[in-house]
């Protein structure tokens, strides 16, 4: 099995410390830094999800994600998270998808965090030429995603989005609750009650989960099951983590 990934990356960093003290200068805690952990974020832990499963992946993305930084700063011993400072938002660039031979692939999976790095016609684009194309995306949902095979996002997205909505959009959107676990086609799909301790690339773990189950099954609903035992696992660790 073959996966190909297109969508938006960059680094993430996880900065733990703790906080003894304020500030003198402002009324604000001063961090005291004791360790920094890095990884690749967004599509590429999409991509390094998707390998975890034994999955052959290429990834289509942009080449100075190293330059592109989510940090946060973490309470090392409660988890708490005190900030997140993002550098390099206008460094993504555009895509260019037309010279990409997608029948190589048993499946396409489109990470778009709405960057500006895909536009609406580009996504078209690949739905139409891979039937297997899951999309994970934060824009608003219209024609230009019709031909997707999924489309997972989470409620908050739905919400948004839910004016744009036609009836044959609705029948592929699979959407993330976080705790109380999935919807499709009137269906809840629940998960496991655990211990939370970060939701930071939970989404990534899910469409890489969806996408390599559907392939390997071709049963949505096994698939969705799969997809949230995926997340479940990844929530009970710290940072960004892959399975």
Request: charged share 25%.
């Given at each position: ?225 799969f997809a949230n035992d995926c997340a479940t696992t990844v ?9």
């Amino acid at each position: 099995m073959k996966i190909l990934i297109i969508g938006e990356s960059c680094k993430d960093v996880f900065s733990y410390g703790d906080c003894k003290r304020l500030c003198p200068e402002a009324p604000v805690p001063v961090f005291n830094l004791l360790k920094t952990i890095e990884n690749g974020g967004m599509a590429m832990n999409v991509k390094n999800n998707l390998e975890t499963l034994g999955v052959d992946v290429n990834l289509h993305t942009n080449k100075n994600w190293r330059q592109i930084t989510k940090n946060r700063f973490i309470d090392l011993k409660t988890n708490h998270m005190f900030m997140r400072l993002d550098c390099g938002d206008d460094l993504y660039g555009k895509s260019s998808v037309h010279k990409i031979n997608f029948k190589k692939y048993a499946g396409v999976v489109i990470s778009d965090y709405n960057k500006g790095f895909l536009r609406e016609e580009d996504i078209k684009h690949i739905c139409s030429q891979n039937e297997n194309t899951f999309l994970d995306t934060k824009k608003v949902l219209g024609d230009w995603c019709l031909d997707a095979k999924f489309i997972k996002i989470n409620s908050q997205e739905y919400e948004k989005t839910k004016p744009t909505l036609t009836q044959e959009i609705e029948s592929k959107i699979i959407v993330t609750m976080g705790p109380n676990g999935c919807l499709h086609n009137g269906i809840v799909y629940p998960v496991k009650e655990v211990e939370i301790k970060d939701v930071s690339g939970a989404g990534d773990t899910f469409i890489a989960g969806l996408s390599y189950k559907f392939l390997e099954t071709r049963d949505v609903e096994k698939s969705i099951s799969f997809a949230n035992d995926c997340a479940t696992t990844v929530v009970q660790k710290r940072g960004v983590s892959t399975l």
